[in-house]
């Protein structure tokens, strides 16, 4: 065995337990959040990468994990190993191996990869230049999806689960000026426990897809800060700053917003945070006629932060929702994180202009980012833009409700979007999931889920895409009742009727009951088309029908007196492997109001004229 993986001892020796269990531990993800705002070092660009479907580089050939039995094998891929002479065995390389761009996925870079679900390693070469001695320097992932195992010059830095949320380790021991080599093992196989679990109705796509950068920072640095209008103390803007380090006990923290005037101090407690609350006279409120930021600057004796915060208030009053205290009708479409013109995942600014600029075409005020949080390009545009937002996490259809360790990956998903996007104005509604059957495992899990978004922010809405259902015995009577619906504040839910649920002439005769008081929103409704098919409008898949949906759809909402928006699905044709119908779908969801290729089909006009006569009339 020992020459079959060619081993070579570590250069210090830590007990194999002990290894293990410090190579099993997750991303830190709270101790860095303002990663976007900070200057940093990108590792964009060029990687090596090795495809190792029967993780080679990862097991030995007992199948036991490189990182358990606490041998840096050379045999281990995270070791980037170099033979020392002609005669040593070395089977992997990185540097003869094949490049892949980061970020990006491996699914539309490589035709070999495009259904490939498996392992592939990605490495980075690269020097760096602390800028002060005593700074420390974080490593940061926008995302990888699924699973990242993270090693740093042969160091394991941590793992991380799931596909759509930051995550960063601190480097600052294992950083070198030059010669370094930064190893991930990418995971993309989708698992039964996972969130999400093996069922969606997205492309499963791999690889390292959002930025990744090294972000320096003082020994002790602002960690987070939180400002936004207090929900009890009218007139305040209220949060707190946390700041992480050796000396974070009182310590001086001054926040200043010239263009209010602002300008105070605070001191943190023992545990480096201080609550902050200001009042305020006259503010210039953040909205879609008016996404107005004010440049924010947070400054610690050692750290300086600057932001650009838009302030607003959100909330329910009975079956009205109110932005700012005055009504809002929310004027949305749902987005995948995809770019179908170029092919695959979303993940940079322009990609974001591309997507949201589309919206604000079709006359939106509103998106929900459907069905895993998107790349922070996209939250930080809507709230320049005067886009509301809808967030959600992958808990999508059939999780493993009474799977704790399900649980955990899910409420750390939440907590993570919250964390980074908690000063976004933009952001108005944290869903908690998407058309997930009913059963009280499900409803324990969904309230624990909501309970923790509230604690975490008290400034935003709950809501989830909840499923629609008949009145007993009678099917032209729709209601919603789930009993998740008295958790949330709005009341969003999915339907399809003219779709999967008869054909576009039955929305005419639906009567809603929706008992709840509470706002309603319709989170999902649509049809597939493809673009350029023309035919009459009861044949499937032609942009007639999905127009005649369209128009019976919108007649039917003005019988819901509590409609408080919508977001029809979808923005964009969309890549699903479960959509296999030849020369329809060929791989595509088409429930775009705009083709794959880029064109609006009919159903765009349709309800683009529909939201101007809203803008109208209200
Ligand atoms: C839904 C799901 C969405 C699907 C869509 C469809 O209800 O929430 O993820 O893509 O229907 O096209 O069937």
């Not at 020796?13 to 190579?23: D, G």
């Not at 042969?154 to 799931?162: P, V």
């Not at 009205?320 to 179908?340: D, P, Q, T």
């Not at 779709?499 to 709840?516: F, N, V």
């Given at each position: ?228 209008m207090d929900t009890e103390k009218s007139g305040f803007l209220s949060g707190y700053i946390q700041l992480n380090g050796s000396q ?371």
């Open positions: 065995m020992e020459k079959r993986d060619s081993l070579k001892l570590m250069r210090f020796s830590i007990p194999a337990f002990l290894l293990f269990v410090l190579s099993q531990l997750s991303a830190q993800s709270n101790q860095l959040t303002n990663e976007y705002i900070r200057p940093s070092q990108s590792l964009n660009g060029t990687w090596n990468y090795i495809v190792d479907p029967y993780e080679t580089g990862y097991y030995n050939y007992r199948y036991q994990p490189y990182d358990e039995v606490g041998k840096k094998a050379d045999a281990a891929f995270f070791n980037n190993a170099k033979p020392s002479g002609k005669s040593d065995l070395i089977e992997y390389n990185f540097d003869e191996s094949d490049t892949i761009q980061v970020p990006g996925d491996w699914n539309t870079q490589k035709e070999k990869l495009f259904y490939y679900e498996g392992t592939i390693w990605y490495k980075k070469s690269f020097d760096y230049q602390r800028k002060s001695a005593t700074n420390r320097v974080f490593l940061h992932f926008g995302a990888v999806n699924y699973q990242a195992d993270v090693y740093l010059n042969g160091t394991k830095l941590g793992k991380h689960l799931g596909g759509f949320t930051p995550f960063s380790f601190e480097v600052s021991e294992v950083l070198k000026k030059t010669g370094n080599y930064l190893v991930v093992k990418v995971d993309n196989k989708r698992h039964k426990e996972g969130v999400p679990t093996l069922n969606t109705d997205w492309w499963n796509y791999g690889g390292i897809t959002r930025d990744v950068k090294l972000v320096e920072v003082p020994a002790d640095f602002i960690s987070e800060h939180v400002l936004q974070n006990a009182n310590q001086e923290v001054k926040v200043n917003i010239p263009e209010l005037k602002i300008q105070t101090k605070w001191v943190t407690d023992a545990q480096g945070r201080t609550n902050i609350s200001v009042p305020i006279k006259k503010i210039n409120f953040w909205s879609p006629e008016n996404p107005y930021l004010y440049p924010v600057l947070i400054t610690t004796n050692q750290d300086t932060l600057r932001d650009t915060i838009g302030f607003r208030t959100i909330k329910t009053q009975g079956t009205k929702l109110l932005l700012n205290n005055k009504e809002v009708f929310l004027r949305g479409i749902c987005i995948h994180e995809e770019n179908a013109l170029r092919g695959g995942r979303a993940y940079s600014g322009d990609d974001a202009k591309m997507l949201l600029g589309w919206a604000k075409e079709l006359g939106c005020n509103y998106v929900r980012l459907a069905h895993y949080p998107h790349n922070e390009h996209m939250v930080r545009l809507a709230d320049e833009m005067g886009i509301m937002v809808w967030e959600e996490i992958p808990v999508y259809w059939t999780i493993q409700w009474e799977n704790a360790e399900t649980y955990q990956n899910a409420v750390t998903q939440l907590k993570d979007v919250i964390r980074r996007d908690k000063n976004r104005a933009s952001v108005i509604i944290w869903s908690m999931a998407n058309e997930t059957p009913n059963s009280s495992p499900r409803f324990e899990f969904l309230s624990n889920l909501a309970k923790t978004a509230k604690n975490l922010d008290n400034t935003r809405l709950i809501s989830a895409a909840l499923e629609q259902g008949s009145v007993e015995g009678n099917p032209s009577v729709r209601t919603i009742s789930d009993p998740f619906a008295d958790v949330v504040d709005v009341l969003s839910f999915n339907q399809y009727i003219g779709w999967y649920d008869g054909l576009p002439d039955k929305c005419s005769q639906i009567t809603w009951e929706i008992t709840q008081n509470k706002p309603v929103l319709i989170s999902e409704f649509g049809a597939d088309a493809r673009f350029g098919f023309h035919a009459d409008s009861l044949t499937r898949f032609s942009e007639e029908y999905q127009a005649y949906v369209y128009t019976e759809t919108l007649k039917m909402f003005s019988k819901i007196p509590q409609l408080s928006g919508f977001s029809p699905w979808i923005l964009v044709d969309f890549r699903s492997p479960r959509r296999v119908l030849p020369n329809i779908q060929d791989g595509w969801n088409r429930k775009g109001l705009i083709s794959s290729g880029g064109e609006r089909k009919q159903a765009f006009y349709i309800l683009q004229e529909y939201y101007r006569q809203k803008t109208i009339v209200k």
